[in-house]
């Protein structure tokens, strides 16, 4: 049976804890999802017949496309060869995203368009709005890219009626959508956005879940320094392909901290584990992608002694972690917060890592008061986080009927 419009997915972001960039080449990494910074997606009837818009207020972008000329284009992604996107496709796709010409907004709106041709070929519904919100920081390594596609694909392939819900088949289709995004992700990022939890993956195999002994104190802090993982991920690659015996060694040293990270956390071994993200974060600073803003983080948290930095998710401005050390001093991690906000006008969060992954809300389910409460939550563009966390996070007072 059809899913009845209004509905909404959700999908989370995540950190990387250890092994972003070896990922890429095959090494073990470990993320964690942040349940609590997430994508919500609302896909609603359109009064506009045989058009299909997406409103993304958070990158302030909305387009309109006719329905029948999506439509019309031949899916021609194959998923025996889903090393590559299709050539074919991206040039019958060329002519839709011509007049995009900011790249935020174009990658977004490529990610959009190859799912939709390639999923949804049987719509029962031809007059479609997806108006998109997250509360995830943008570009800022905490896996909004993969958090959007996550959702994307969620939502197409409830629109297309494939039962039963496959979560398997949404982290596939989300994967597509990172490469569109991304150029060429590991899929690290979409698998923990899609099956929540904290996992063990490695590129072209099943990813473990993973279970941490204890839990982990950490303070995720923002820089607000823009950057882009496709750009971050490609000089890597230049880097690899100039030097190749010498980052293949630090690839692989990258690769026993993911295999020693993983064995501290189940082991709950503490001491390891700060030793570990210390050396990682250096592996990482020496593949280039680090940034003197990044760096002050770390020598904040190692001036005022309170634990160990690492850069999380490409790196290159973005956010990074510190691990807070036993029996930490909180008048000394106030001061960490405090400088970092008022001194530097970064942003610091406090999370939980770990919890569920992408979730959908069905309209049915909603009493009609609560149902207006979440689409004027997407409806006015100035919602802050805090107002759609307080309505829509999963857990929330609201306590909504979110199917995971
Ligand atoms: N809320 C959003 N609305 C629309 N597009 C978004 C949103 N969040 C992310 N995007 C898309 O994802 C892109 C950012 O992805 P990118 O991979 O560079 O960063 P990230 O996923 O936040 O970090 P990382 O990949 O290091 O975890 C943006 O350029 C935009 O196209
Ligand atoms: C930099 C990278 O390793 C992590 C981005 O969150 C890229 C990827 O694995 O897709
Ligand atoms: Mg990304």
């Not at 709005?129 to 570009?139: A, E, H, Q, V, Y």
């Amino acid at each position: 049976m059809t899913i009845s419009l209004p509905f909404i997915t959700s999908a989370p972001g995540k950190v990387i804890l250890f092994g972003e960039h070896s990922a890429v080449y095959n090494k073990p990494a470990i993320a964690a999802s942040v349940s609590s910074l997430r994508t919500y997606l609302l896909i609603s009837e359109l009064n506009e017949p045989n058009t299909i818009e997406l409103d993304f207020p958070d990158i302030e972008f909305s387009h309109k496309w006719n329905t029948n000329e999506l439509l019309n284009l031949k899916p021609l992604h194959s998923h025996s060869n889903d090393e590559q996107l299709s050539e074919l496709q991206k040039d019958q796709l060329e002519p839709f995203l011509s007049e995009i010409s900011n790249k935020l907004h174009g990658h977004a709106a490529f990610c959009f368009l190859y799912l939709f041709v390639n999923i949804c070929q049987d719509l029962h519904h031809t007059a479609l709005k997806f108006t998109l919100r997250s509360t995830l920081p943008i570009g800022a390594g905490l896996g909004s890219s993969a958090s959007i596609s996550v959702a994307l694909a969620m939502a197409m392939l409830e629109l297309q009626d494939v039962i039963p819900r496959d979560k398997d088949q949404i982290n596939k289709w989300s994967y597509i959508g990172e490469k569109c995004i991304h150029g060429n992700p590991s899929g690290i990022d979409n698998s923990v956005a899609t099956h929540g939890g904290a996992i063990f993956f490695k590129k072209g195999e099943e990813f473990k879940q993973l279970r941490s002994k204890n839990k982990i104190d950490l303070i995720l802090t923002d820089t607000r320094i823009p950057r882009s993982t496709k750009a971050l991920v490609a000089n890597v690659k230049a880097l690899y392909d100039k030097e190749p015996k010498l980052i293949e060694s630090i690839l692989e040293s990258m690769e026993t901290v993911s295999l020693r990270g993983a064995d501290a956390l189940i082991n709950g071994d503490n001491e390891t584990l700060h030793t570990l993200v210390r050396i990682n974060h250096g592996l990482l600073t020496s593949l280039g992608v680090s940034h003197p803003g990044l760096e002050k983080i770390k020598i904040l948290s190692d001036e005022l002694g309170i634990g160990e930095t690492k850069l999380t998710g490409a790196g290159g401005g973005g956010c990074a972690f510190t691990i807070l050390k036993a029996g930490y001093n909180t008048e000394q991690v106030r001061l960490f917060k405090q400088t970092l906000e008022k001194e530097l006008n970064y942003k610091t969060f406090e999370t939980d890592l770990g919890g569920i992954g992408c979730s959908l809300l069905k309209s049915n389910s909603l009493d009609k008061g609560m149902l207006e409460k979440i689409l004027s939550v997407f409806q006015n563009k100035k919602t802050t986080s805090q107002e759609i966390d307080e309505i829509l996070l999963p857990n929330s007072e609201t306590k909504l009927p979110w199917i995971c």
